[in-house]
C-alpha cells in the first residue's frame, strides 16, 4: 500500500513539485546551499538533465 500511493504521487509529480517548492524556498530565504549536496555511493544516479529534471539558473548560482 505503501509503495502504490508513493509510486502514484511520484507518478502525478508530487515528489517533484515537493523538491522544487523546498528548494524555491530556501532560495527565497537566501538559504540555499548547495555544497550540502552529496552523491550516494549505493546507487548510481544520472545527471540531473539525462534525468529531465530542469533546475533555475538562480538557484544553481545561490549560495
Known amino acids: 500500500m505503501v509503495?502504490?500511493?508513493?509510486?502514484?504521487?511520484?507518478?502525478?509529480g508530487v515528489c517533484t513539485?515537493?523538491?522544487e517548492g523546498v528548494i524555491a524556498e530556501a532560495d527565497?530565504?537566501?538559504?540555499?546551499?548547495?555544497?550540502l549536496v552529496s552523491a550516494s555511493c549505493t546507487t548510481a544516479?544520472?545527471?540531473h538533465d539525462a534525468a529531465?529534471?530542469?533546475?533555475?539558473?538562480?538557484?544553481?548560482?545561490a549560495g
Open 45 to 47: 544516479r544520472v545527471h
Open 17 to 19: 513539485a515537493l523538491l
Open 52 to 61: 529531465g529534471m530542469s533546475i533555475g539558473e538562480e538557484v544553481m548560482d
Open 28 to 35: 527565497r530565504q537566501r538559504k540555499t546551499d548547495l555544497s
Open 3 to 12: 509503495y502504490g500511493r508513493f509510486r502514484a504521487w511520484r507518478d502525478a
